[in-house]
């Protein structure tokens, strides 16, 4: 059984990594995908081996919480969290307006002593209130053996507050008698929680500009129905809707559930209505539906009205499919993202690593004296190395990707498929349901007799996708179980050198495998259930929306229209999403390969007196993860 759950408590690509090792190591669970700006776990598990009541027990004991309950609405519970956040980062500022006003003497409280007691106060209340959840979160973390964002937080500040604690005190007697001119760091405590919950502000913001296309999709399905019932017409909540239940759908009203039409009228037709199948299909006309036609939930009816039976509901109706399958793309992972998630787990420890022997170098070169610079360079390393940019490089531009995609009626199941995309360099297709339409109203007994093109016609801009592929250096098949006459007139029509005729599944399959054992990376395009072989063993696999439903089991992306320039549009989208996977991956490399040793200290061994501190270094960590979410969203504008 796969579902799609959605994660509370996530800040960091170490916090997906670890509640993804967490899942795959529990029993029951086959597989188990974290997709952090999605805020959701994508879980293929054993209903009879483990339960999601226990699934969110081991997550509650790491820091984080699953939503499973499906009455409890995980966007009420996000909408919750980010008030709480607004409120702590505006607080945490005020807090340090106030600590920065007292550490640098703007408010006169008479003597040293006072003002960093009363600095201690106002830095103890931001920890224990704006920053009180990244100490309870690594400390979860820690009894179970694992690091994040959150640790680093949480040992930079605390390391900085104790310290200065300490020099509150005892700074003089510890300090002052060795000829060592001590500080305190309240400030530094502070801001860190300050410019942190800033950061995750402004990620929330950006983040939520990459779920636009599943809110759009979701916001299709209306939230009431009218039900007959007795004569009455009854508006009532589209949670209570049954199979088999009459419902009435008036002109811009959109349908409720899928279902099939018993009786419609229009002032055009007096036994059809005409319904808006754009957003479900791609089709800009209208389409017409009389009694037994079916209907889709999220349709909206352009021209008449019409009563309709309930056929299918809740996470049954085909607008629910199509959302689900686009939530578990945006929760798969690419191949490049594994590695991530994979050096994420280890990122955190070397950091802390890297920090420790910061201190040692600073405390074994310059001696006692400079103690106090060793322990704050330290802090600024933690800080400084937060690996939120690089967490969020691959799957936030994979969002909006897939997105994208979604807008334009390309449902990508997975994020593979949209990496592998751009290798594709051969492209075979189906002819009959793929690149043609057939004439449903022939007579087929004597179809020979008429001529080709009645009988099918080619697609909307059919032949422009084929000569654009083929101008990208993509070679084009056409692979037909028709007659060689049908097959040479309709790959002529399309443009299509290579051509096929009179095939069996079983030749699919087999020109599949030889171009791949040439070295290929072969895309194929089918509909049916004849194709399905070839699509299972395709490197990309693309079904047609209006064909069978094994072909659309099996395919990695589902073309929802009939418009075949949608292929190299989804080739164009998947260089560009990687591309910019690239692009964030490098910043996010440069930005610590450069930042960390500017936190360390490093320039004081080139006689340059100046590093990276620690209210910097939770700027520019903020700052960079920001960029990264921002860069990404270019996606949405990019041809």
């Known amino acids: ?59 509650n004991g790491i820091g984080y ?20 956040l607004k409120r702590r980062t505006l607080l945490s500022w005020l807090f340090a307006i106030a600590v920065m006003c007292v550490s640098m003497q703007w408010i006169d409280l008479g003597s040293h002593d006072v003002s960093n007691q009363v600095s201690l106060l106002i830095a103890l209340a931001s920890m ?61 405590s502070v801001m860190i929680i300050t410019f942190v919950l800033t950061g995750r502000l402004l990620e929330e913001k950006a983040k939520d500009g990459t779920a636009s296309s599943i809110r759009q999709m979701m916001g299709m399905a209306p939230k009431t129905a009218h039900v007959v019932e007795g004569g009455k017409i009854e508006e009532v909540p589209v949670s209570t809707i049954e199979v088999g239940d009459v419902l009435e759908v008036r002109p811009g009203e959109k349908v409720p559930v899928d279902g099939e039409v018993i009786s419609a009228e229009s002032f055009m037709t007096a036994d059809a209505a005409y319904v808006d199948e754009s957003m479900i299909t791609g089709e800009p006309t209208p389409a017409e539906k009389k009694k037994g036609a079916k209907v889709l939930a999220g349709t909206i009816p352009s021209q008449g009205k019409f009563r309709m039976r309930a056929c299918q509901v809740g996470e049954d109706t085909a607008l629910a499919h199509i959302i689900r399958m686009v939530e578990e793309a945006q929760g798969s992972k690419a191949p490049v993202q594994r590695v991530v998630d994979k050096a994420a787990l280890v990122f955190v420890p070397v950091v802390a690593c890297i920090s420790f022997v910061t201190f040692l170098s600073w405390w074994i070169i310059g001696g006692n004296a400079f103690l106090p610079q060793a322990i ?14 690089m967490g969020l490089a691959t799957p936030t531009a994979l969002m909006v990707g897939i997105g994208k995609a979604a807008q334009k009626q390309i449902l990508i199941k997975d994020a593979t498929a949209l990496e592998s995309l751009r290798k594709v360099n051969v492209l075979i ?14 007579d087929f007994t004597k179809a020979d007799n008429l001529p080709l093109e009645v009988r099918e016609t080619l697609k909307p801009h059919a032949r422009e996708a084929m000569e654009s592929l083929q101008k990208d250096g993509i070679d084009v098949y056409m692979m037909s179980g028709d ?11 399309a443009g299509i050198r290579h051509y096929h005729s009179r095939v069996l599944p079983q030749d ?47 395919a990695q992306m589902t073309l929802m229209g009939n418009d075949l320039s949608a292929i190299p549009e989804a080739i164009r989208l998947s260089r560009n999403t990687v591309r910019m996977i690239w692009e964030n991956l490098f910043w996010a490399f440069v930005y610590n390969i450069v930042c960390i040793p500017l936190a360390a200290g490093l320039l004081y061994a080139f006689g340059i007196d100046w590093q ?28």
């Open 128 to 188: 224990l209130y704006c920053g009180r959840q990244f100490y309870v979160s690594s400390w979860k973390q820690l009894l179970h053996g694992a690091a994040g964002m959150d640790t680093l937080v949480a040992l930079s500040t605390g390391i900085a507050f104790l310290f200065s604690s300490f020099n509150t005190f005892w700074g003089d007697v510890a300090w002052t008698g060795r000829g060592v001119v001590w500080h305190t760091y309240f400030d530094a």
């Open 376 to 389: 704050m360079s330290a802090v600024a390393v933690l800080v400084t190395a937060c690996p939120c940019a």
């Open 483 to 493: 007659k060689e006459e049908a097959a040479r007139y309709w790959a002529d029509k």
């Open 612 to 639: 990276i501190t620690p209210s910097w270094a939770s700027a520019l960590m903020a700052f960079s993860s920001v960029s990264v979410v921002l860069n990404s969203l270019r996606l949405r504008w990019m041809k």
């Open 508 to 554: 699919k399959e087999n020109l599949v495998r030889q171009l791949q054992d040439e070295g290929k990376r072969v895309a194929m395009v089918g509909d049916g259930i004849n194709d399905t072989q070839a699509l299972a063993l395709a490197d990309v696999s693309i079904a047609i929306g209006k064909g069978t439903d094994v072909a659309m089991d099996v």
């Open 1 to 59: 059984m796969k579902q799609t759950i959605p994660v509370i408590g996530m800040a960091c690509s170490a916090c997906s990594a670890n509640i993804e090792k967490k899942l795959n190591g529990l029993d029951g669970i086959d597989s188990a995908s974290v997709s952090l700006p999605a805020r959701s776990a994508l879980v293929d598990y054993d209903p009879d081996r483990i339960s999601l009541e226990k699934m969110k027990a081991e997550i």
């Open 429 to 442: 297709t189906d002819k009959t349901g793929t690149l043609t339409i057939p004439d449903r109203n022939i």
């Open 65 to 84: 919480d699953l939503v499973i309950d499906r009455k409890t609405s995980a966007e009420e519970i996000e909408k919750h969290e980010h008030i709480l």
